[in-house]
């Protein structure tokens, strides 16, 4: 059976449990406290030389790190990475679109201004250029999202995937969607899209022990 290593409360850890469940594939979750140094022991980081989660762990000891990385590795003959060439690589742009221009900035703000303890504090130099370079990323995805229902090709994807996780709760690094009406139209789509679970859903215990 295939392991996570994840955080309940990490976005890009959501990306994969979500990619796992629409797929309807058995997984442990194991958790791993960051806030605790979990993901910086001797152990894990022979597991993941950069010490990140998520972490995905495979039958004969092999390990998946990059949240992205898993979501391909994951979709790979499913209707969630297509074959078309054109819209395969729109999926891939997308999703380099997230590291690059997304996570580093309404994902940054809000691991360090929700969930890290005097976050605000350690990081207060780095507010103002979260808040000018997620903006334009959301500005970037308005536009896009003004003539489609999703990223690419009509229908989720995992750039759609990808990008929902830290955009659906961007209020909680300061993000106002107020001015992004197709942004929140999109989100609620991939929200009502069937077999959607939210952050919090994780396999349940009973599954965990019937399947150990
Ligand atoms: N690009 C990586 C980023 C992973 C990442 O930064 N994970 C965070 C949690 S969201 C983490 O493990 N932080 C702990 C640390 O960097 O020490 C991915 O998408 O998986």
């Avoid at 797929?23 to 910086?40: A, S």
């Avoid at 297509?82 to 221009?101: I, K, Y």
């Avoid at 300061?174 to 989100?187: I, Q, S």
Wanted: glycine residues 8%; aromatic residues 10%; neutral net charge.
């Amino acid at each position: 059976m295939l392991k996570l290593h994840a955080t309940q409360s990490s976005g890009n850890c959501y990306k994969v449990r979500l990619m796992l469940a629409l797929l309807g594939i058995p997984f442990r979750h194991i958790d791993i406290d960051l806030f605790r140094g979990e993901n910086r022991t001797t152990d894990f980081l022979l597991k993941n030389p950069e010490g990140r989660v998520p972490l995905l762990e495979l039958p004969g000891g092999r390990f998946l790190a990059e949240s992205d990385a898993i979501l391909a590795y994951l979709a790979e003959g499913t209707p969630f990475l297509p074959d078309d060439r054109l819209e395969r690589a729109e999926v891939l742009r997308w999703m380099f679109f997230e590291q690059h221009s997304h996570a580093t900035s309404i994902g940054a703000a809000r691991h360090w201004l929700a969930l890290v303890k005097g976050g605000r504090d350690l990081r207060t130099h780095d507010i103002d250029r979260w808040q000018e370079d997620g903006y334009a990323a959301l500005g970037v995805m308005e536009r896009h999202l003004a003539r489609r229902r999703f990223f690419v090709a009509e229908r989720r994807t995992i750039a759609d995937l990808a990008l929902y996780a830290n955009t659906h709760v961007a209020q909680e690094g300061e993000f106002d969607l107020a001015g992004f009406p197709a942004v929140r139209g999109w989100l609620d789509r991939v929200a009502g899209s069937p077999g959607h679970v939210p952050m919090e859903w994780r396999p349940a215990e009973a599954t965990l022990v019937a399947q150990a």
